[in-house]
């Protein structure tokens, strides 16, 4: 257990629809980062949110937001939602500690879009 | 600027070695290994920082060649538990968004 909680797990809706993937970090990560899978694809990042405002940003699509509150927790908003959606969306988040930017992934949200 | 990984797959008998590489376009200032089994999350191996380094964790052990931008993993005497795919991760800079590669997909038969 990563200590990185993403809910829910799983989920199905319809294309057009609007969902909301949430992430609680680990106690005490400042950063949240959100990464997208789809199929046999290696790690998409999205977006990066430390301390509550946006790090940085990947390949997002304008129909994706995302926003991390003061509790730290980020929300991640996908509408308008198409087929080519349908991915393993990761949250992680990451501490500087003797290693290095240590980031720890949550379990992912399956995100079925049919 | 996603770091390359090579190779993109590897079938292995138990007990061999394996080497996983990957190179970035860019100056580095960390490269991160990870490995994932089929539908869980990536697990955190090791973290290299920027100064040429080496590191060792159980059989997995890492270099970095910062002035060739390239990282290698190395797997000595592979087990079935280290069957997965395996992604490196760059850091630009310090608290740099971490940027992972397409994966190294390792088989390892019995």
């Known amino acids: 257990d990563s200590g990185v909680t993403q809910t829910p797990k799983h989920l199905i809706t319809a294309t057009g629809q609007r969902v909301t993937l949430r992430c609680s970090p680990r106690?005490?990560?400042?950063?949240v980062y959100w990464y997208q899978q789809s199929l046999d694809q290696g790690l998409q990042f999205l977006i990066q949110?430390?301390?509550?405002?946006?790090?940085a940003k990947g390949n997002i699509l304008e129909r994706f937001s995302a926003q991390q509150f003061p509790d730290l927790h980020s929300e991640l908003n996908l509408s308008s939602l198409e087929l080519g959606d349908s991915a393993l969306y990761f949250c992680?988040?990451?501490?500087?500690?003797?290693?290095?930017?240590?980031?720890?992934f949550g379990e992912g949200s399956w995100l079925t879009v049919v | 600027q996603q770091p390359v990984q090579s190779p993109q797959a590897v079938i292995l008998r138990e007990g061999e070695d394996a080497v996983i590489n990957c190179s970035s376009s860019?100056?580095?200032?960390?490269v991160h290994w990870y490995r994932q089994k089929h539908g869980e999350a990536p697990v955190f191996l090791m973290i290299?920082?920027?100064?040429?380094e080496q590191k060792g964790h159980e059989k997995i052990s890492a270099s970095f060649n910062e002035k060739k931008q390239q990282s290698s993993l190395y797997l000595t005497a592979s087990q079935l538990s280290y069957s997965g795919t395996y992604f490196c991760?760059?850091?630009?800079?310090?608290?740099?968004?971490?940027?992972f590669g397409k994966g190294t997909r390792l088989h390892i038969l019995p």
């Open positions: 992680a988040s990451s501490v500087w500690d003797s290693l290095g930017n240590t980031i720890y």
């Open positions: 106690s005490g990560d400042l950063s």
């Open positions: 949110y430390y301390n509550g405002e946006e790090r």
């Open positions: 860019k100056a580095l200032y960390s």
């Open positions: 290299l920082l920027k100064g040429g």
């Open positions: 991760g760059t850091e630009g800079n310090r608290d740099d968004k971490i940027i």
